[in-house]
């Protein structure tokens, strides 16, 4: 069974974008992945999109929206939600269907990151890096354990705190 995860953040445009795209390439077969924002930047931070290509993670399709096209009753129903940002954890999500387990992965906002080019780009690789562990930490969790929804969620809650 392939499980739905969408990834929730303010802007869409960097961290649920990398976590979009991570998931989709390392999920494949097991999960498919989405991303949205409660106000979408309308783009995608060229920065969040160099720094995939640069490691070799798809980008085609990529595209900032809004948490809304997630929210009709008919659209596809959602196993999982994950916020990444603060702010997104704190808002009211939009009714999203489904019997879907919430929880929060609280990451710091690289497009936020001031400096030079190479600061910037040092922000984006350390926030992939870190999405890469969580993500890395959530494939080993076994399919079977979707059933019991205590146990489920005792295991996707600690993922949070690995960096």
């Known amino acids: 069974m392939t499980r739905r995860v969408l990834f929730l953040c303010t802007g869409n445009s960097a961290r649920s974008i990398l976590a979009e795209s991570t998931l989709r390439a390392w999920g494949v077969g097991r999960y498919e ?5 409660s106000r ?3 783009t995608v931070h060229p920065s969040a999109i160099a720094q995939l290509e640069h490691e070799g993670f798809p980008t085609d399709g990529l595209r900032s929206k809004s948490w809304d096209e997630f929210a009709p009753e008919q659209a596809a129903a959602m ?3 994950v916020t990444v940002c603060d702010s997104a954890a704190a808002e009211a999500c939009p009714v999203i269907h489904g019997d879907f387990v919430r929880v929060h992965w609280g990451l710091f906002d690289p497009a936020a990151v001031s400096g030079s080019d190479a600061d910037k780009r040092a922000a984006f690789a350390q926030a992939h890096a870190i999405i890469k562990e969580r993500l890395r930490v959530f494939l080993e969790i076994r399919d079977d354990t979707w059933h019991d929804r205590t146990a489920l969620k005792a295991l996707l809650e600690p993922i949070a705190a690995v960096e």
């Open 33 to 37: 992945s989405f991303s949205a924002g």
């Open 79 to 81: 196993d999982l939600v």
């Open 40 to 42: 979408p930047a309308g």
